[in-house]
């Protein structure tokens, strides 16, 4: 077991490194404020004096998870334009790198029990994220008759969920869920199934 150090200041921010290898090793509830604390090289007692328990420690994690998360989904949707579909395309394809390469974060914002309104801050951030979706679902289902047309809401939390099934049961080496295909091109075809139902693209030919 590794011990990290921390210079001044900076306890705060080593407690929720520590915590977030913990969460991957062990999941977010198998682990203890004292094994975090001796990660980061520190007493548990020091813990209190900026958590005032695990929940808090986890749900600090899941604040700075929906930061990196939003800035990675708006960078994808500006990427993709002037195109809307390119766009929306892009953020479905954001989703599952944000999974792989920050799977602690990834764990405490969708699988800790965290709620989103655990503080008005982490409310704020993560209707950020969601805001990104929708936004770019509300460009793409613009060319959708008004009477036919889903809310973007609505649109935006389908291909979310689309996208989170894909990361939990093959982007994730979950154990007997092994796919012959490669997540990104699963989520491209469910998408692609997706859109074509809502006739937002030409069918196969």
């Known amino acids: 077991m590794h011990k ?3 210079h001044h200041g900076n306890l705060r921010q080593a407690l929720v490194d520590a915590a977030l290898e913990l969460i991957e090793e062990k999941g977010p509830t198998g682990f203890t404020l004292s094994e975090a604390a001796k990660r980061a090289g520190v007493t548990p007692a020091a813990v209190y004096r900026h958590f005032s328990g695990r929940g808090d420690v986890i749900a600090e994690a899941a604040l700075q998870g929906y930061q990196i998360f ?3 989904m708006e960078f994808a949707y500006e990427s993709g334009q002037p ?3 390119a ?3 892009a953020t479905g394809r954001a989703y599952l790198a944000f999974a792989r390469k920050h799977p602690g974060h990834y764990i405490a914002m969708f699988e800790s029990g965290i709620s989103v309104n ?3 801050e982490l409310a704020a951030v993560s209707a950020r994220a969601r805001g990104v ?3 770019a679902a509300a460009d793409l289902s613009q060319h959708i008759p008004e009477a036919k047309r889903p809310p973007p809401a609505m649109f935006s939390a389908h291909i979310w969920a ?3 099934g894909v990361v939990e049961l093959f982007a994730r080496n979950s154990p007997g869920t092994q796919s012959p295909f490669p997540p990104e091109d699963l989520l491209e075809s469910a998408i692609g199934v997706y859109l074509r139902g809502l006739g937002l693209i030409p069918p196969d030919t």
Request: charged letters at 25%; hydrophobic letters at 35%.
């Open 118 to 120: 655990h503080s008005p």
């Open 70 to 72: 939003s800035d990675v």
């Open 162 to 164: 689309l996208s989170h």
């Open 87 to 89: 766009a929306f395309e």
């Open 133 to 135: 979706l929708e936004r």
């Open 4 to 6: 990290r150090g921390y």
């Open 83 to 85: 195109s809307a579909l």
